[in-house]
């Protein structure tokens, strides 16, 4: 990741947005892309990337018509939040096996 992250959130309507985000590329905007479109809520769900040279990640989110009164900014931020646990628990379970592997050869070598 380049100098640091900044977010332009396009368009008045809170159903269908476009979120710029800047110094990011095609590893997060796929996994995005992924988690933002399982959400209940949303219709349709895409990023693009205008040109290599270009460090912004365009992720648009139209929400379906309903009663439920989401916006795309509340279903984006649950969607990080899902990325964010998955990260979280990803780590647990490679410390955990880094330390039974570890532990596995201290015992081996103490025989």
């Given amino acids: 990741m ?11 309507d809170p159903s269908c947005m476009t979120f710029v985000i800047h110094n990011e590329g095609h590893t997060l905007g796929n996994v995005l892309r992924y ?8 219709e349709l769900c ?10 912004k990640l365009h992720l648009r989110v139209q929400l379906v018509k309903n009663e439920s009164k989401k916006e795309c900014r509340d279903v ?3 969607s990080l ?3 964010s646990g998955m990260c979280d628990h990803l780590e647990k379970l490679f410390v955990d ?5 570890s532990k596995g050869k201290s015992e081996g070598k103490s025989k």
């Fill in 97 to 101: 096996a880094c330390d039974r592997k």
């Fill in 81 to 83: 939040e899902n990325i």
């Fill in 46 to 55: 895409g990023y693009s990337i205008h040109h290599p040279s270009d460090e």
């Fill in 2 to 12: 380049a100098e640091g992250v900044r977010v332009e959130v396009k368009g008045q």
């Fill in 35 to 42: 988690f933002v479109s399982k959400h209940e809520d949303v």
């Fill in 76 to 78: 984006l931020k649950d």
